[in-house]
């Protein structure tokens, strides 16, 4: 087992790092904002609408490797 990956088990925060060790606050880290099926239908009319949840993908391995439903989180991202 590599130490890396045990290491992000114990990170105080908590958060999940893809496999370049970046974390959701990293700049080549991209939110992608997931939303319900009537939350779609407004954004396709250009209505801003709340995500149901946000995926954080890594612009440079293509991983998505965390997600989050919770409010703070989707505030910043709507
Ligand atoms: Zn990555």
Redesign the pocket.
Known sequence: MNDIQANTNFDKLNLKK???G?DRNHHLVTPQAEYSGIGWFLVTFGITTRPVKIKYK?R??N?IFDESSAKEDLDKNT
Do not use: G, Q, S, V
Request: charged share 50%; proline share 0%.
């Open positions: 893809c496999r370049d970046f890594c440079k391995c991983e």
